[in-house]
């Protein structure tokens, strides 16, 4: 299982104001909030363990088939406050209940970019965050889904204009092509200028 989330935090920083009174304590828990108080930069620790959080909500909803808020649930482990440092990989681990999920965050000048996945031992066929130049929600989900396809044609040899996302009953994305279910995870992300997304192969049974 895999989720992905991108920050762009240039974005962030003009739209949500994480420094109003109990913001903080909202989201996050007691153990992460002694991080962000010692983090050499809180905004970027801030988002780095939001979008850590994210990452591993979208794949416990796949597992649950539901949606819910609930950001406290999900913990931050092995944070360290190294990682002001542009492009630096950050990684680390988020537990939700009796789950251990496995986090890599790209963190540079402009956005970080999170993957989680359940297993640590299985590398994910593709990871990208890229910018997009256009305001347009709906434009920029456009985009982010084509850079995926083009990515999967390039590692399959298909046309990139016969790959399609479908979502199941509980919304959860999968990939087509020709309308036939491919054997992969897939997980898409965008806000503000960047997206992103990652690539898992499904083990044959």
């Known amino acids: 299982m895999i989720g992905n989330d991108v920050v762009d935090l240039e974005v962030a920083a003009k739209e949500s104001n994480w420094k109003r009174p109990r913001f903080l304590q909202k989201i996050f828990t007691k153990e992460e909030q002694l991080f962000l108080d ?10 780095l363990l939001w979008s850590r959080k994210e990452s591993a909500y979208k794949i416990i909803a796949r597992l649950k088939k539901r949606r819910f808020f609930a950001p406290k649930k999900f913990e931050s482990k092995n944070v360290n406050v190294d990682f002001v440092t542009p492009c630096l990989q950050n990684i680390g681990q988020v537990t939700f ?26 590398e994910p066929l593709a990871v990208n965050c ?40 509980c919304k959860v994305p999968h990939l087509y ?12 992300s965008h806000h503000g200028h960047y997206g992103g997304f990652v690539l898992q192969s499904i083990p044959k049974k």
């Open 38 to 47: 010692a983090a050499p930069d809180k905004n970027i620790a801030v988002w």
């Open 97 to 122: 209940e009796e789950y251990t999920f496995f986090t890599k965050s790209r963190i540079t000048e402009n956005y970080i970019h999170t993957t989680a996945q359940l297993s640590n031992n299985k």
């Open 130 to 169: 890229f910018y997009i130049n256009q305001n347009n929600y709906a434009t920029q989900h456009q985009i982010t889904q084509q850079y995926l396809f083009e990515n999967y044609a390039t590692l399959t040899n298909f046309s990139a204009k016969h790959l399609s996302i479908q979502k199941d009953v």
């Open 177 to 188: 092509y020709k309308n036939k279910k491919q054997m992969v995870l897939v997980s898409t």
